[in-house]
Every structure is written in C-alpha cells, then in structure tokens.
C-alpha cells in the first residue's frame, strides 16, 4: 500500500463544475504539496500546507491533520484545468516528498 | 516563474550510449533533485544534492550517477544507456520558507528518454 493515496484516479467533469479530488497519507508529515502536471510533464507547484486552509483564485485546498486527509477543489472548472494532479506530503524529520500516483482530470467544454 | 531548465527535453539513443541530463537552476536554490517518473506512475526521488560536492542516492535505486560542482547545474549521467532505463526525468531544486517552516520545490520540463 503505497504512503499516499488519491482518489479518484481518473475524473472527468463538464466546464464549470465543482471538482473534488482527495489525498489521504499514512505517515507523519511536516508539509503536504499539491502539484499539477501538464500532458508536455512539467509541474507546478499549486499549494503548499501544513494547516488549515489555501484559495488561489479559483482553486482550494484544505488539510486535516487528525484524519491525515487533503483536497484539492477546483471551483467553475475549465478545459485549461484538464491536467494530472499530484499529491505530495515531506515526511516530518526530511526534506524527501513522497508522491501519489496523481489524478488525470479531464475537463470537457 | 521559476527559473529552472532541462536539456535536452526529448533524448531517443541507442543501447550502451553513454548520456548526460542537464539541468539548471538560477535561482542560486542550494538543494536540488533528480526523480524519475515512467508513464501513469508516481515520480521517484533518485538522487538529492544539498549544495556543492553534495550528493546523495534517492529512494529508488538508480544506475545513474550525479555532480554538483557549481550550485546551479546538478547534470545526471547514464554510463551505457539500455531500454530499462526508458523514462521521464524530472529535475527540481528548492528553497526554504520561513513562514511557513519548510521548503517548496520548483521542477524543471523534464526529459524524455527513450533507449531502443
């Protein structure tokens, strides 16, 4: 069982829903990543938490430290989010990520 | 806009080649990382550098080797290519945020390299 764990693997949505994807761990962690990865493979680093809450224009990410859960929400979604999302928690004594194995979201006009 | 590069982006070669990844960063990040990613799967850390003459194997066992004799080039070097070795690199390097007491990693294009 792999320390971080996404659902779903695969998404597809309709322009302008409200998307949903989720990443629980299993290990103690100093900092959770969410990530995004275009079709050409580079990534950019969407948000970065240890706590709480983060909104960046129409993206949301929350943490629960207790449930050791995170999700990544995208609000009135667009075919430029069509994208794999990754999940990536640095356990709490390195500096090494430890990555899920992502969700492909497709998003349709 | 982070400022980190890979070259080249796409490698076909033939086995027993012997190639080097490059990758730089201007960012002048002390900590830099190499992870290899095959298609639909999760990345893997293979080698870490936190500054020069530094560096360190990953998690994942890899037959490639690494330098880091300036703070800005961290290049990955494969002795003699062969199929298994087909994947995606991705480069990365970080900096440490004070605020929020841990690092954020900045990732390059990454290189495709396919070994016939």
């Known amino acids: 069982k792999n320390e971080v764990e996404q659902s779903p693997q695969n998404l597809t949505a309709q322009e302008g829903e409200f998307i949903t994807i989720n990443c629980s761990y299993s290990?103690?962690?100093?900092?959770l990543h969410w990530l995004q990865q275009h079709p050409g493979g580079g990534i950019v680093s969407l948000f970065m938490l240890s706590s709480g809450k983060k909104k960046h224009g129409r993206l949301i990410a929350t943490i629960n430290i207790q449930e050791k859960h995170s999700s990544l929400h995208i609000t009135a979604s667009h075919p430029r989010d069509s994208a794999v999302y990754i999940c990536a928690v640095k356990r709490g004594n390195t500096d090494k990520l430890i990555f899920g194995t992502g969700t492909r979201l497709q998003v349709f006009p | 806009e982070a400022d980190i590069y890979q070259t080249p982006r796409y490698l076909v070669i033939g086995t027993g080649k012997k190639i080097t990844l490059e990758c730089s960063q201007t960012m002048g990040h002390d900590k830099m990382y190499w992870y290899q990613q095959d298609p639909g799967m999760e990345l893997h850390l293979i080698h870490y550098?936190?500054?020069?003459?530094?560096?360190e194997k990953g998690d994942l066992s890899s037959e490639s080797t690494v330098s880091r004799i300036r703070t800005e080039h961290f290049p990955l070097t494969l002795e003699s290519a062969r199929p298994s070795h087909t994947s995606q690199y991705l480069c990365?390097?970080?900096?440490?945020?004070?605020?929020?007491?841990?690092?954020?990693?900045?990732f390059g294009p990454g290189t495709r390299l396919t070994v016939l």
């Open positions: 550098s936190y500054g020069v003459n530094s560096t």
């Open positions: 290990v103690g962690i100093s900092a």
């Open positions: 990365a390097s970080s900096e440490f945020y004070q605020d929020e007491n841990t690092d954020t990693q900045y």
